[in-house]
């Protein structure tokens, strides 16, 4: 098995286990991969925000984010989140490092247009991986929250990037030769629930058709694509989480789904999203 360089995203869910995060990391690194995690927070978000009497509000699956809640994702997604997985990795042996998209000016948002009245939600402009390199280098593992300043407006709070998202130009910029989507399911499922080893855009739109991909799985799957569109060659799939190998299991055709060329070509094929807040990070 030639050492590679592995992406991993993860999600809220996954962060109430963060203990067998860190096993798998470790295992990972152990047979000398290089791993890069970027992790959402939705759950621990929603927990903060009904805390504080903050409104959830979504638009086509999108929190929007108005001033007080950047404040919020900042603290939560850049504070207790990151730093709370950074400290489990570390208590496992794993050196990591936490960042927000302003560590060593790492990423850079545009608000994000579409759809209107988001507030400060984002995506990413420009990726500069200086810093990833450096930390790779001295045998760091990159803990990525999805925040970063805005370009063009410096004295806008932070700005909150799905973590899906995060993932397609990251992957691109530091030349990641596996992108791991790490979730509570098997992998992509047909309509007999039984997990699909390979999927391609064709595939994908017959099953958003038939209502088989839905809710959280459609910005899971677009983001998939959306790698795979940045990183062509880099294998690309969404794999179980479970298990303190997980990592390793997900590079091997057992386990999770394969993303195959080619791109999506119908835009319209993903319009089916609604309003669903299983679609944040």
């Known amino acids: 098995l030639l050492a590679m360089r592995i992406l991993v995203k993860i999600g809220g869910a996954q962060l109430g286990n963060a203990s067998t995060i860190a096993k798998a990391v470790g295992a990972a690194r152990a047979v000398g991969h290089e791993v890069i995690l970027v992790h959402g927070g939705g759950d621990q978000l929603r927990d903060w ?44 042996g794993i050196p990591a490092v936490g960042l927000t998209g302003a560590d060593g000016n790492f990423l850079g948002a545009a608000p994000k247009l579409q759809p209107q009245g988001l507030g ?18 001295a045998q760091y593992t990159p803990v990525i929250a999805s925040i970063a300043p805005c370009t ?45 080893s390979t999927l391609d855009s064709e595939q994908t739109h017959d099953l958003i058709q038939a209502g088989v991909i839905a809710g959280g799985m459609l910005p899971k799957t677009r983001a ?10 880099a294998l690309v799939k969404i794999a179980s989480a479970t298990g303190a190998e997980s990592i390793l299991a997900a590079l091997g055709s057992s386990s ?26």
Request: overall charge negative; some cysteine; hydrophobic content about 40%.
């Open 120 to 137: 400060f939600v984002g995506e990413v402009q420009r990726v500069n991986p200086a810093l990833i390199e450096t930390l790779l280098a």
């Open 152 to 196: 063009d407006a410096p004295g806008d709070p932070f700005y909150n990037i799905n973590a899906d998202e995060v993932v397609g130009p990251v992957a691109q910029a530091v030349g990641a030769e596996a992108i791991l989507f790490l979730t509570d399911v098997s992998g992509v499922q047909d309509a007999h629930g039984q997990r699909i």
């Open 224 to 233: 998939g694509f959306a790698a795979l569109d940045a990183c062509p060659r």
């Open 256 to 281: 999770g789904t394969r993303f195959c060329r080619e791109s999506i070509t119908n835009p319209n094929m993903w319009n089916a999203e609604a309003s669903n807040p299983g679609c944040t990070s």
């Open 49 to 92: 925000s009904q805390q504080l009497g903050l409104e959830d509000e979504y638009i086509q699956g999108l929190r929007v984010t108005d001033a007080k809640t950047a404040r919020v994702v900042t603290a939560v997604l850049g504070g207790e989140v990151n730093a709370g997985l950074v400290k489990t990795l570390c208590a496992a």
